[in-house]
């Protein structure tokens, strides 16, 4: 069966490439996911800007969420219909850009890291990672404490030139942090060490993630917009390691990892397709805790929270 799959595996990576980017959405098999349900708004009307989510690894009805740059430097809570469980401030951090959030695990402890990683301009010679401790939360479920102080902060910038970066994930068992870029065409997808040391890190390239890009159809028809719609906004892994998904302005998908395969390589194969409603601004997506279902929000309130159920 290993066989089998490495040889299915190296198929389906040698078309995607061969295609280069004549693959359309409708041509890439869809993702095991139901249709898009409404699950709620976000209540805290503080969340004016959401650009990151992730599960909480305390509470399975529970995720977390950050603002886009110029906003607090603040954590929020919510729950999986949109009620606000409240919000902590993260004192020595500086949201000069904050644009996704991601939660793991390591030696048995729940983490939150935030990504102060978003550079429109293309600019920032560094950019800054925060690692928190999550918070706990009281019988209530509301959040309980004071500020959060950073557990660890890395300092890094790209090998080759700087980037802009919307898309951050963990990959916990492999100890290692995913960037990927935002403007590029491929995407880039570079890497660093989950804990490293304090010194300026150098993020490691991994490799190009290729997705459908827009049709001369779509560029003739609101071409200002339809031409960034395929822009990655967020990353997530799955809490079982083996699938990825990649969300953009238009649709999301979803790289399967079939292990002892690399996340270097699996995602150099084509995804599957997630499609979805019109979103405007969704910058923020990931997987619950369970890994059962995905949720999607928007930047822009009243602030829609989406749910797709993966298929039995």
């Not at 960037?179 to 490691?204: C, D, F």
């Not at 990892?257 to 397709?273: D, I, K, L, N």
């Amino acid at each position: 069966m290993k066989a089998v799959n490495a040889i299915a595996s190296c198929l389906l990576a040698c078309a995607w490439t061969s295609a280069g980017f004549g693959l359309t959405d409708n041509e890439l098999k869809r993702a095991p996911f139901g249709p898009a349900l409404f699950a709620g708004t976000l209540a805290d009307e503080e969340l004016s800007e959401v650009s990151g989510i992730a599960p909480s690894q305390r509470r399975d009805d529970a995720f977390f969420a950050v603002n886009d740059g110029g906003n607090a430097a603040k954590l929020y809570a919510f729950r999986q219909d949109g009620a606000a469980l409240g919000s902590l401030e993260i004192d020595g951090a500086v949201n000069n850009d904050w644009e996704d959030l991601a939660s793991f695990q390591l030696d048995g402890k729940p983490y939150l890291l935030i990504g102060d990683t978003g550079d429109n301009a293309g600019q920032r010679q560094r950019i800054t990672l925060y690692v928190v401790a999550e918070p706990r939360f009281a019988g209530s479920g509301a959040l309980k404490g004071g500020p959060l102080k950073p557990a660890w902060t890395i300092n890094l910038r790209f090998p080759d030139a700087p980037h802009d970066c919307e898309a951050i994930s963990v990959d916990a068992p492999g100890k290692q942090i995913f960037l990927l870029s935002k403007r590029e065409i491929p995407a880039k997808l570079y890497s660093i060490p989950l804990k490293p040391g304090a010194a300026l890190q150098v993020a490691k390239f991994v490799a190009l993630i290729k997705l459908p890009q827009p049709t001369a159809q779509d560029l003739k028809v609101l071409p200002e917009i339809n031409r960034f719609r395929s822009q990655p906004t967020s990353l997530a892994l799955s809490s079982d390691g083996l699938q990825a998904l990649v969300l953009t302005y238009r649709n999301a998908y979803v790289f399967t990892r079939v292990p002892p395969q690399t996340w270097a390589r699996a995602f150099t194969q084509a995804p599957q397709v997630i499609y979805l409603p019109p979103l405007p601004q969704a910058e923020a997506a990931t997987f619950n805790r369970q890994g059962s279902s995905l949720f999607i929000t928007s930047e822009i309130r009243p602030t829609p929270l989406i749910r797709l159920d993966r298929l039995k």
